[in-house]
């Protein structure tokens, strides 16, 4: 076997070449490679090498890979959630696998992620109306160039219904329900709109606790509703889904069902 | 250097660090359908050993990650398979164009390309971490779980096969 150095020496000029050394040692490296014809000879492939490499391309992530991303995630923390139920006890055990899953829910200044989490509910929701899977991309493509532009989703920030509901004015061509239920909990963060079905709808985003949930908004298509029905869960996020004067509504969160009933209770008395 | 940073939620981290992933997984794999389930893989068992994780070098403990799940992957047929053209020449257009690319004929950077793609992967994906992604000797060391100096050895047998390979294009051209 060959080895592929002919001095001892080089792999110290290597290291002296990518910066790893101390001043001492560079210094000595440096010397030992104004005597020595195979390190100076190493040197120029260093040099070289680096150039090719630096000419090679580095992957970048395509939006198809960073919404499979999100995907995958959001699908794994559902299931960790499954595996330990908020209402049971004796959970102990799952608190670690619990807290890492949920982490950014529990932190400020992930909304975004939380949002997402609803946004990817509300193409589960997309997926299971029939026909139009092509909505589900765009609103992906969508909701991740607002990710990439640092947040962008939710478009109006505000706790005030006067401020949400007037915003949505000329955005929408209906007048949104909006609703201040912060006696109750649930603290209204913004709206904000996305493309459901082809058409805008009105998006208000509640906060509660660590949950997030996104309640969608538009005008009930004459003979579209007929039978159609909220699943309770996809994925393991909670959906409901009624109809309010003339609009259709949809909430996704991952909160329980509990509150899930709560919230639509509490939303449905005001 | 500003003090140790607190550990940042998953999301911070994934959202970082996946430019890094999908560039490593795809050197490693050399198959862009391939590269994207490791990365999602990865991305997956990450989120499941978040809990452990200290927050130490957040990048080399996702690459670790996503270094593993590849290695396991191409331990089926994949890494014997031959680099194929068509991946080769997906990448040569992208938007890296620095002098050297547009000095050097199309068809050589291409020919290197392949060249790095067929080299063993233990010498691509030190070449890789090094010089594509900046790591140091150390973040490389821990992420292949090998000495230092073997990081130095692989690195070095990998440099000179790629500059001899330039030296041959060089003198076929001249």
């Known amino acids: 076997m060959t080895t592929s150095f002919e001095c001892d020496r080089t792999l110290l000029v290597q290291a002296d070449f990518d910066g790893e050394l101390s001043a001492a040692e560079a210094a000595e490296a440096i010397r030992h490679e104004r005597d020595c014809l195979h390190c100076q000879r190493a040197r120029e492939q260093l040099t070289r ?161 660590r949950h997030v949930l996104d309640l969608y908004m538009w005008p009930t298509k004459a003979g579209a509703s007929g039978g159609l029905r909220a699943p309770p869960t996809v994925d393991g996020f909670e959906m409901r889904h009624w109809e309010e004067g003339e609009l259709t509504l949809w909430c996704v969160s991952d909160m329980g069902a509990g509150e899930m009933d709560r919230f639509v209770d509490k939303w449905r008395e005001r | 250097m500003p003090p140790a940073p607190p550990v940042p939620d998953f999301a911070t981290l994934a959202e970082a660090h996946l430019e890094s992933a999908c560039n490593l997984a795809r050197w490693l794999v050399r198959d862009a359908a391939l590269a994207d389930d490791v990365v999602q893989d990865a991305m997956v068992r990450a989120l499941k050993y978040f809990g452990g994780f200290r927050g130490e070098n957040p990048r080399a403990w996702l690459l670790q990650i996503v270094r593993n799940v590849a290695l396991t992957r191409l331990k089926g047929s994949a890494e014997l398979a031959p680099v194929e053209d068509h991946e080769v020449l997906q990448v040569s257009n992208d938007s890296r164009d620095g002098p050297e690319a547009t000095l050097m004929r199309e068809d050589d950077q291409r020919f290197l390309q392949k060249l790095l793609a067929g080299l063993p992967v233990e010498l691509r994906e030190c070449l890789v971490m090094r010089e594509l992604e900046e790591l140091s000797y150390k973040e490389i060391a821990r992420i292949i779980d090998a000495p230092i100096g073997t990081v130095m050895s692989r690195l070095w047998r990998g440099r000179k096969l790629l500059a001899e390979a330039a030296g041959a294009l060089e003198v076929r051209g001249s």
């Open chain 1, 49 to 209: 090498s680096r150039e090719l490499m630096r000419a090679m391309p580095r992957f970048e992530v395509t939006p198809e890979l960073r919404a499979a991303v999100h995907g995958r995630l959001l699908t794994a923390r559902a299931a960790t959630s499954a595996t330990s139920p908020e209402s049971a006890a004796g959970g102990r055990r799952d608190d670690r696998n619990r807290a890492s899953g949920t982490r950014w829910f529990a932190r400020p200044g992930t909304w975004g992620w939380g949002t997402a989490l609803a946004v990817a509910a509300a193409l589960a929701l997309v997926l299971v109306l029939p026909g139009n899977p092509d909505v589900a991309s765009q609103l992906v493509a969508n909701h991740l160039r607002a990710m990439q532009l640092d947040s962008h989703l939710i478009d109006v920030a505000s706790s005030d219904h006067h401020t949400v509901k007037p915003w949505f004015a000329g955005k929408v061509n209906f007048v949104p329900l909006v609703k201040e239920l912060d006696a109750a909990g649930y603290i209204l963060k913004g709206g904000r709109i996305d493309i459901v079905q082809g058409a805008p709808a009105a998006v208000l985003v509640y906060g509660a606790g």
